[in-house]
């Protein structure tokens, strides 16, 4: 055995943890036995394969590029249990002819049930990378979680990432649309009522407080829950204890609480609309859920796999044109992740031949509170992007990345998934220096 395999064989077994040694041409280089255990697969299946199935700008090369370790969590597909979620650490390695080398610890989160159809949040662009791994640390922790975001951004979605991978994943996730809790209706739906308690009680009803015990209780757009019913849930949140209507007997329930919303709660508060301390309560563990035009990176993956939901018969696949993406990436998506996959339901209703053509994507056009359809790109965007280049839409969103960071290229390299040195080359290519 030559020596530097014989040196990172040692390593590899020092390791309790799955641990996985890459070489500088991103090729497996060796796994350990635990690596093997851990993912049920031989190591001479894996020896000198590509690290991803798609390295053209995975995290191993940019390890290689930067030489900064990274610690995160990702979905990797080069392991059996595809669309699963991990937690990822890699470290650059030398090894006694300093040689450079890449090791990586892969962990398998908590596993989701046999039967869990919930479904996956697909993204690779950093700003979704930065997002899953704040979803991944509320997980963790059991505080009350407030999720920020616009509509349509999938935040029930997250919701449910955050109680899959939790602490109380075996208990049940109930969601509380507190859109429709009226004043008559709050105490009855979120505690429950005895039979004879009003009229039309003909059977007492355990309530969403109490069949969420041991699991999440989410309540959706928080911030239209009635004024006059905070207090109430307040108690309940604070002493876990609350009463069914037209009962005496006090009840308990132990629940882990997420909420979201698309409301200023903080202006809210300031304008005597929502009570500051349920604000409090509620916000210990605020997560942004990033808008749909933050992450343009993600458009691609994202309308392949409503176009895959789409194709309902078997063989039916949907394509779309290259114009035909280039005009979904140029819009602003002010409805969001909701919007996009309406826009392609109507897109596959249309085009000819299973291919979308650009005439066969419309927009919603927003005139006052008008809403209408609107097929031409330019028009219903909050700030319209030229249609002119694919380089022209890459140098506007860096622009305003540099603006937002006020030039820091590590910072702007870092949300934008590339390395210092490649944004470098972007930045003399399309003059932006």
């Not at 009522?193 to 109490?210: I, S, V, W």
């Not at 609350?242 to 997420?258: E, N, P, Q, S, Y």
Request: hydrophobic share 40%; aromatic share 8%.
């Amino acid at each position: 055995m030559p020596q530097t395999a014989f040196t990172l064989e040692s390593l590899l077994e020092t390791h309790d943890l799955p641990l996985i040694i890459i070489g500088a041409d991103l090729r497996i280089v060796a796994v350990n036995r635990a690596w093997e255990i851990s993912f049920n697969v031989k190591r001479q299946h894996l020896i000198n394969q590509p690290c991803c199935t798609d390295n053209s700008d995975c995290r191993h090369r940019r390890l290689f590029q930067t030489l900064e370790a990274y610690a995160g969590t990702c979905v990797d597909a080069n392991v059996p249990q595809q669309q699963r979620l991990f937690n990822a650490r890699g470290f650059p390695l030398l090894d006694a002819d300093a040689t450079l080398y890449l090791g990586e610890t892969l962990t398998a989160l908590n596993k989701t049930s046999a039967g869990d159809n919930t479904p996956p949040m697909i993204g690779k662009s950093a700003m979704f990378g930065q997002f899953l791994n704040r979803l991944q640390q509320a997980a963790e922790t059991l505080a009350p979680v407030m999720l920020l975001g616009e509509t349509g951004t999938g935040k029930e979605l997250a919701a449910e990432f955050v109680h899959r991978y939790s602490k109380v994943a075996s208990g049940g996730f109930v969601i509380v649309d507190c859109t429709i809790l009226g004043e008559e209706l709050f105490e009855s739906e979120l505690f429950g009522h005895e039979k004879g308690a009003f009229t039309g009680a003909n059977t007492a009803k355990k309530g969403l407080f109490e069949l969420a015990d041991n699991g999440t209780l989410f309540f959706d757009e928080i911030g239209d829950l009635p004024l006059s019913q905070q207090p109430k849930l307040l108690r309940a949140l604070e002493s876990g204890q609350f009463r069914r209507v037209g009962g005496i007997t006090m009840l308990k329930a132990d629940v882990r609480v997420v909420c979201a919303t698309h409301r200023n709660l903080a202006e809210m508060v300031k304008l005597g609309q929502f009570r500051e301390d349920l604000f409090y309560r509620l916000s210990v563990f605020p997560v942004e859920v990033p808008p749909l035009r933050q992450r343009r990176q993600d458009l691609p993956l994202l309308i392949d796999h409503f176009l895959d939901q789409l194709s309902v018969d078997p063989g039916c696949d949907y394509k779309i044109t290259q114009p035909a993406l280039i005009k979904m990436i140029q819009y602003e998506w002010p409805g969001n992740i909701r919007e996009l996959r309406n826009c392609l339901q109507l897109a596959v209703g249309l085009c000819k031949d299973k291919t979308i053509e650009e005439t066969d994507i419309y927009f919603m056009q927003r005139q006052g509170n008008a809403i209408g359809l609107e097929s031409n790109a330019r028009t219903g965007m909050a700030s319209p992007l030229p249609v002119s280049s694919m380089a022209q839409f890459e140098a506007d969103f860096i622009s305003s990345l540099m603006g937002k960071y006020q030039g820091n290229r590590k910072l702007i390299a870092a949300e934008m998934n590339i390395s210092e040195r490649t944004l470098y080359r972007k930045l003399n290519r399309l003059n932006l220096n």
